[in-house]
Structure formats: structure tokens, C-alpha cells
């Protein structure tokens, strides 16, 4: 069983950047691909990024390629998505899930078995 809780998001003016942290706790954190999802006011939950268990392999949504960076740092068991040059669109909670398959892209959030409560990154313009 695998805990995740995520911190780091707020109120930004357009075109700051943000980092938002994903600690994890409760297992092994190396056997899990770890990804971002973000779900805007309104809206489906939607895919933003992924990263592979080694952490060598990243993945992202058309709409942040370029923006966004996701990491991960074993030795802190944590996950991070570094966001720049936000813009209101990116207005959302944004939620860290884990993966036990640790290769490959997988953008449906139906593959991922454990999740973080949340953390709200609003963007104003």
C-alpha cells in the first residue's frame, strides 16, 4: 500500500512557475512510474505527465510540453512537477498517482492504483 500527498500549489499571476512535491510512503518507491493528473473546474480529470520507475523515461500532455517537468528523487521518495510560463488554462487540482508497471506510457488514470488528495493550482491572468 502505497500513501502519496502532494503540496506545492497556490495562487499564481501568468507566466510564474509553481513546483509541486509528491511524497510517497508505504512501499518500495523505485517500483512505481509516478504521474501527474490535473482535473480543471468543469471538467474530466486529464493526464499531464509520467515518469518510468528509474525515472529515465518521461512523458507529457501536448498542452505542457515544454512548460512542465516532472522528476522524481529516489532518496526522498518523492515526485515533483516543476510548471513554468502558467497560464489560466493550467487552473486546476493537480493529483500525483502511482503506477506499479514502472515502463511504458499509460495516460488513463484507471492504471494508476494509488493517489494523492490533491493540491489546487489556480492561475490568474
Known amino acids: 500500500q502505497v500513501q502519496l500527498g502532494e503540496s506545492g500549489g497556490g495562487l499564481v499571476q501568468a507566466g510564474d512557475a509553481l513546483r509541486l512535491s509528491c511524497a510517497a510512503s508505504?512501499?518500495?518507491?523505485?517500483?512505481?512510474?509516478m504521474g501527474w493528473f490535473r482535473q480543471p473546474p468543469g471538467k474530466e480529470r486529464e493526464f499531464v505527465a509520467r515518469i518510468s520507475g528509474t525515472g529515465g523515461i518521461t512523458w507529457y500532455a501536448d498542452s505542457v510540453k515544454g512548460r512542465f517537468t516532472i522528476s522524481r528523487d529516489s532518496a526522498k521518495n518523492s515526485a515533483y512537477l516543476q510548471m513554468g510560463s502558467l497560464r489560466s488554462e493550467d487552473t486546476a487540482v493537480y493529483s500525483c498517482?502511482?503506477?506499479?508497471?514502472?515502463?511504458?506510457?499509460?495516460?488513463?488514470?484507471?492504471?494508476?492504483?494509488?493517489w494523492g488528495q490533491g493540491t489546487q493550482v489556480t492561475v490568474s491572468s
Open positions: 508505504g512501499g518500495t518507491f523505485s517500483s512505481y512510474a
Open positions: 498517482a502511482a503506477d506499479g508497471r514502472t515502463w511504458g506510457l499509460r495516460v488513463a488514470a484507471a492504471a494508476y492504483a494509488y
